[in-house]
């Protein structure tokens, strides 16, 4: 038990809370395991594609599904998520939406057909934006003061690991034992760091939620602001493209002369690093250049590393893939700062939106480009999602003009 000796004439320190001396570095953690196990499982299954076809014996197009429904679980569930935890708290979301995701990978591992896989892939995704979404929401809240800065760039960091370690650990149990594992792996791991954010998270403060009729007058006129919505579209775009190239690129390593094993193809995605390093770059150009500029050179960055792909060497393939990663990054947080830009009230509905348009762009870009890959392998469906890009551009060229006059217009 601690005890304050008082000396006289002295003046006298603070009582000290001991749950308070460790809850800034306790809640800190939190929101960084947080971010780590929201992506832990989302795109588990993109190094076991090739694995899936064979196991399964199915096309490449029906395992990329595996990828597809749980984006589509992300961006149906993305909007739902804020509102629930504006009802009963966003610690409880949080919370709750951790323990469910280690809950739903156990449960994926005992699919034993396609559809059974599919399925329990989209609950995974149902359940990602109560634990990424919210937190952004709670971060914004709880570091009111001071430090929200910080406190985003921990959970990002968290997000960025969670989404590397979920393609490593596939890969590297996958290896090992059977794709059932990769689940029971990753479910226990995900409830062990769901238990530590129990422990930590500590409760939000009071905050006031918005109404059903104000939320939904609210999306409307999001909807109707043209730069916002062409911002959604940017991030439609953005995702499509890192998981058409991720997706897709597993099959054409996978086969010869390559033949790429899912150890191998799990460590293809620490080009992620790559992208990481460079996106704080983006932040500042950004500010220099302004989005439009930052977001066409980021996407052309990323163009050239596509095209870079279609060379043999597999060195030459892993850097065009770094390249490509370094450019959608950049490019995402363009799209993710002008969202700022565009909004003129209520920017965390925005946010939600963008969400849920970032991941229907990915789970279109699990689907669609399998078509091109089908049809002429990987030199027709880097063709595609070249075109994707471009697109990307022409969108953000035509359409962020407007906001960029006035750019936190109220």
């Known amino acids: 038990m601690n005890r304050t000796i008082l000396v006289p004439g002295k003046k006298q320190p603070k009582a000290i809370n001991p749950a308070h001396a460790s809850s800034s570095w306790h809640r800190t953690g ?149 794709w059932p594992h990769v689940f029971i792996v990753l479910g226990a791991f995900n409830l062990a760091i769901a238990i530590v954010i129990a422990l930590w998270l500590p409760r939000e403060r009071v905050h006031k939620p918005l109404s059903e009729t104000r939320v939904i007058r609210s999306a409307a006129a999001h909807l109707r602001n043209g730069p916002l919505l062409a911002t959604f579209l940017v991030g439609f775009c953005v995702l499509f493209s890192l998981i058409g190239v991720f997706n897709y690129i597993t099959f054409h390593l996978a086969a010869p002369p390559y033949l790429l094993q899912p150890g191998a193809l799990g460590a293809i995605f620490f080009v992620y690093l790559a992208g990481v390093a460079v996106t704080p770059m983006a932040g500042r150009a950004v500010d220099r250049f302004g989005h439009r500029i930052t977001l066409a050179v980021a996407i052309g960055v990323s163009i050239a590393g596509v095209a870079l792909t279609l060379a043999g060497p597999l060195w030459v393939i892993a850097s065009g893939l770094a390249v490509t990663c370094a450019g959608i990054f950049s490019a995402q947080a363009s799209a993710s700062a002008f969202i700022g830009a565009a909004a003129k009230e209520n920017r965390g509905l925005a946010v939600g939106l963008y969400a849920t348009f970032y991941y229907l762009g990915g789970s279109a870009g699990a689907a669609a480009p399998g078509v091109f890959y089908s049809w002429g392998g990987w030199g027709a469906c880097a063709a595609f999602i070249a075109s994707v890009q471009t697109l990307t551009i022409l969108i953000a060229l035509r359409y962020w003009k407007a906001a960029t006059k006035n750019p936190y217009a109220a």
């Not at 919370?95 to 892939?121: D, E, H, N, Y």
Request: aromatic content about 8%.
């Open 30 to 178: 939190a929101v960084v395991l947080s971010g780590y196990c929201a992506f832990l499982q989302l795109f588990a299954t993109q190094p076991l594609l090739p694995l899936l076809t064979n196991v399964f014996h199915a096309g490449k197009v029906a395992v990329s599904l595996t990828v597809t429904m749980a984006s589509l679980g992300v961006a149906v569930a993305a909007p739902l998520a804020g509102i629930l935890a504006d009802r009963i708290g966003r610690r409880k979301v949080i919370v709750g939406s951790a323990f469910l995701l280690a809950l739903s990978a156990l449960a994926t591992a005992t699919a034993t057909t396609l559809p059974q896989l599919i399925a329990w892939r989209f609950v995974q995704g149902v359940f990602t934006p109560g634990v990424f979404a919210v937190t952004v929401a709670y971060i914004n809240d709880e570091w009111r003061e001071a430090g929200a800065g910080r406190a985003v760039a921990a959970y990002v960091s968290g997000t960025v690991s969670g989404g590397f370690s979920s393609r490593m650990i596939s890969g590297l149990v996958a290896s090992r034992a059977t």
